[in-house]
């Protein structure tokens, strides 16, 4: 009769141990899920100016929206390369909203209240490149310039923990002319 009693409290001890081990390694999210690629089709980001003295550009898909901050000006119509680091200078933002959002939305002020947004998630790292190129039309006869602006390196992480990365992230092209 002792013996089945130690027996038991020792099973009893270890299968609670068990127990817990398992609900741990189920319940428990350590926060390093990573996703490769963030999909977000189309090349061409817009902004409000159509021109060099924009302070953002944005980006927009069904129900979600990208919009990148700068300072104004920064964009020039010269054959140049400049990059910086999200969280100085740069700040990329990941909207979600309750419906499909215009230009309308983005460029009036004050700004529309609908659609709502929904979540918002701020970039944690990465650097901006911004690349210009010159394309000339000799039809005719313009100059138009292309900033294609890639982030290497981009982190975003929802409320969760959950970090979405991408290496060579393509925002897009942003069309100027002279």
Request: aromatic share 10%.
């Amino acid at each position: 009769m002792y013996l089945c009693r130690i027996f038991s409290d020792n099973m009893r001890t270890y299968i609670l141990f068990i127990s817990l081990c398992l609900g741990l390694l189920i319940g428990c999210n350590d926060g390093d899920y990573t996703v490769e690629r963030i999909t977000f089709t189309g090349t061409e980001a817009y902004s409000c100016t159509r021109d060099t003295t924009t302070s953002f550009l944005y980006k927009t898909q069904r129900n979600e929206a990208l919009i990148l901050q700068f300072r104004a000006n920064l964009l020039k119509n010269k054959v140049d390369s400049i990059s910086g680091s999200i969280g100085n200078g740069y700040t990329l933002l990941y909207r979600t909203f309750d419906g499909a959002p215009t230009a309308s939305y983005f460029c009036t002020s004050p700004p529309q209240t609908t659609p709502k947004v929904t979540s918002e998630i701020q970039a944690q790292g990465g650097t901006v490149i911004i690349t210009t190129r010159q394309v000339v039309d000799t039809v005719a006869g313009t100059i138009k310039y292309n900033h294609l602006i890639r982030i290497r390196d981009l982190v975003l992480t929802n409320e969760n923990g959950e970090r979405l990365v991408d290496q060579n992230f393509n925002f897009g092209t942003y069309q100027t002319s002279r």
